[in-house]
């Protein structure tokens, strides 16, 4: 599986401690530099910086070749990056949070999951306590509805 992934679900899964689940279920990651420079960028949390300066064997940067494509104007730097790079490498999976920017990759047929869908995966096969983590996430900045924090917990029988 070819998996490329945003900056969001890797900050996120960062914080929470959550990181290693994206080897587990998806082996190698690619990431486009622009989502490396977020993640080391001054104003990313320490956590986040520390964890990329030394990033693991299973996470790969690449940069990418495509030109810019004016119809990704509207999103961020990392997100267009991101679904270019997946375009350029025909990823299986793109791993974006951003609503604008998930409209947009699916718009070009691209297959995406969010931190909520880890989280699902990973819960789903055993490899999380979803309850807990789900609590790790609330005391973040992510946003979730409580509607979808409960229809997560109930899909997975842990509440």
Known sequence: MLVVSDTSPICY???IEQIDLLPQLYGQIFIPDVVRDELADQDAPDLVRA???SSPEWLM???VTHPFDPA???LDRGEQA???LAEELEATLILMDERK???LARSRGLKITGLIGILDDAASMGLIDLPNTIAK???TNFHISSRLIQALLDKNNQD
């Open 82 to 84: 991101a679904i270019l």
């Open 101 to 103: 920017g998930r409209l």
């Open 72 to 74: 990704l104007m509207e």
């Open 137 to 139: 996430l609330q005391t």
């Open 51 to 53: 964890w990329i300066s």
């Open 61 to 63: 940067t690449l940069t």
């Open 13 to 15: 899964l960062i914080l």
